[in-house]
């Protein structure tokens, strides 16, 4: 049996590296030191992913059997949270940063289209694996699953996998032609700060297609990742705010 | 530095092979951890062949580890089962 999952994200890494390459020797910055901030991420992300995944479905965990190493091999091998690998991706930046003296905000603002083009592929996989699956919906582009251990089997659903890979790979075009102007004209970039707003917006929206809320928590009407779109959109803001104020006040 | 890449990325690779279904956290994670100290070792011109093959024994053991690690939302399922 093919892990497309896994195959994905594999594929996903190796694009990720291509694109990385040609952005980071477009700048004049040392590829080495972006593989080495790419894994300090990757390790947050691992992380991130996984705590946000056992938070969310903490309700399903027996932790009688924790220390079963058969439970516990399940258990860190079944699930990540996209939105708790950019938190912990995050951390991992700054970790980097603290440790190895790599002024790490530079490059992530030059590799930032990075992340949702491995974001792209990593849904591909689920799409093929059958998770993170649309609302029951009969229209143009439908998708049924005969066999899959997490979708509705023989319904036919929204395909919000396909969408949110056709949403990635236009957000890290986005992101790629906003580096690009911003190099030429020798503009401050702030493509951070534009594919929070940009993600978090366009999966807030998303969220209201998918129809696996209780895998995933629901609160107040809104699922996990709606809440962390807005405290995303929220902080991304009000520190845009501040920070121009600052600008403006030393002026 | 060299060394320890090199050992890293071989037991990443060892992981990988022989049991990335069950331990594959653990070899990603060592193998993530071997990239980083063979591009340290390669800095330091005595260890430079060796950090070299620590830095690729690493990137095949966390690919390896990768693939049949990672899964999707869509193990909850498989939780359940063993629930």
């Given amino acids: 049996m093919i892990p497309w999952y896994g195959l994905f994200i594999v594929l996903g890494v190796a694009a990720g590296a291509v694109a990385g390459y040609f952005l980071i020797r477009r700048n004049h910055m040392e590829f080495d030191d972006f593989i080495q901030i790419a894994c300090f991420v990757g390790l947050g992300a691992m992380v991130g992913a996984k705590l946000l995944y056992l938070i969310v479905s903490w309700r399903s965990i027996d932790f009688s059997r924790i220390t079963d190493l058969e439970y516990l091999n399940a258990l860190m091998g079944g699930g990540f949270v996209f939105y708790g690998g950019l938190l912990g991706g995050l951390i991992g930046l700054y970790l980097c940063g603290k440790i190895l003296h790599i002024p790490v905000l530079d490059y992530a603002r030059v590799s930032i289209p990075v992340i949702p083009l491995v974001h792209a592929f990593g849904r591909i996989g689920c799409a093929f694996v059958g998770c993170c699956y649309g609302v029951p919906y009969d229209g143009p582009g439908a998708v049924v699953y005969t066999e899959s251990i997490a979708a509705p089997t023989g319904v036919p659903l929204f395909p919000v996998q396909a969408v949110e890979v056709a949403g990635n790979l236009v957000i890290a075009v986005v992101l790629g032609l906003y580096g690009e102007i911003c190099r030429r004209n020798g503009k401050r970039l702030k493509s951070l700060q534009l594919y929070l707003i940009l993600y978090a917006a366009f999966r807030f929206v998303l969220e209201f297609v998918r129809y696996d809320d209780s895998e995933r928590g629901i609160l107040m009407g809104l699922s996990t990742s709606q809440w962390i779109s807005i405290v995303i959109c929220a902080v991304v803001i009000v520190t845009e705010i501040l920070s121009h104020r600052r600008v403006s006040g030393t002026v | ?83």
Avoid: E, R
Avoid at chain 2, 22 to 45: E, M
Avoid at chain 2, 57 to 77: E, F, M, P, R
């Fill in chain 2, 1 to 83: 530095m060299g060394i320890a890449s090199l050992v890293l990325g071989i037991i990443s690779i060892v992981i990988g092979v022989f049991s990335a279904g069950s331990l594959g956290w653990v070899g990603a994670v060592i193998g993530i951890i071997g990239i980083v100290l063979a591009i340290q070792g390669k800095k330091i011109p005595d260890q430079a062949n060796l950090s070299q093959a620590g830095f690729i024994c690493s990137i095949i053991g966390t690919v390896l580890c990768l693939l049949t690690y990672i899964a999707c939302v869509a193990c909850v399922g498989c939780l359940a089962l063993l629930a």
